[in-house]
């Protein structure tokens, strides 16, 4: 069984610029939720996929949108990078949208915005 | 808005000793929480939940303990291992509204053992 993998490690981008951060989730997990982790925070929710479409989005801006691909892995696209913007991107996948569902997380994606 | 916080930002023990962590959550509707631990370089990693009618919950060397009246939780791990040093969030994962569900995570705490 393999686990949540994310592209690519580390990224250095310049203000003002665009961005496209990878998921590949779990095997036999089909809903894929990112996640925003500033230094010395804990996760913030960015949005939910499930069945290809955007099902859930926490308080983040319209720049920050994303897709879901029919083998349930995901991309965060983040357009007009601001400085704030520098955080630690992270993919979770699970099994279905219900409470309590395990959700298993990837390494992140480290965004450096300069 | 409602958030999930923690008391301690960083919390340093010997190795052996028993490490308490805790988290105060303030939507009393929370019915469900998870801590996680994520070392350096990686996402957050399950490591324990309970559930709201249970006030108790014991896993390997973990324990979480539930107190609803003051919206309080705790994560006890015996004989704590240089292996645990980790930063530890608890999360709260409440009912889906308009049919999902999310996590949401409190500040972290950093947890140190000292050989």
């Known amino acids: 069984e393999t686990g949540v993998t994310q592209s690519p490690t580390h990224l250095i981008k310049t203000r003002g610029q665009q961005v496209t951060l990878r998921c590949s989730s779990q095997s036999g997990h089909n809903t894929v939720s990112w996640y925003q982790q500033a230094l010395g925070q804990g996760p913030q929710f960015i949005f939910q996929y499930y069945r290809e479409e955007e099902n859930g989005r926490g308080n983040f801006p319209p720049r920050f949108s994303g897709l879901q691909f029919p083998n349930y892995s995901s991309e965060l696209n983040v357009n007009a990078l601001e400085l704030d913007d520098s955080a630690l991107y992270l993919c979770a996948s699970s099994l279905g949208q219900v409470q309590g569902i395990g959700y298993t997380f990837g390494s992140g994606t480290r965004l450096t915005v300069v | 808005g409602e958030s999930v916080g923690l008391h301690l930002p960083t919390l340093s023990v010997q190795e052996g000793d028993n490490s308490i962590i805790n988290c105060a959550y303030s939507?009393?509707?929370?019915?469900?929480f998870i801590w996680y631990k994520q070392e350096s370089g990686k996402g957050p990693q399950f490591i324990i939940d309970i559930r709201s009618n249970m006030d108790k919950r014991q896993g390997q060397r973990v324990t979480v303990l539930l107190n609803k009246t003051v919206k309080h939780l705790s994560l006890q791990i015996a004989a704590t291992q240089p292996g645990d040093s980790a930063v530890y969030f608890c999360?709260?994962?409440?009912?889906?509204?308009?049919?999902?569900?999310?996590?949401?995570f409190g500040k972290g705490t950093m947890l140190l053992v000292s050989p």
């Open positions: 999360a709260e994962n409440p009912e889906p509204v308009s049919g999902y569900s999310t996590l949401t």
């Open positions: 939507n009393s509707a929370s019915d469900y």
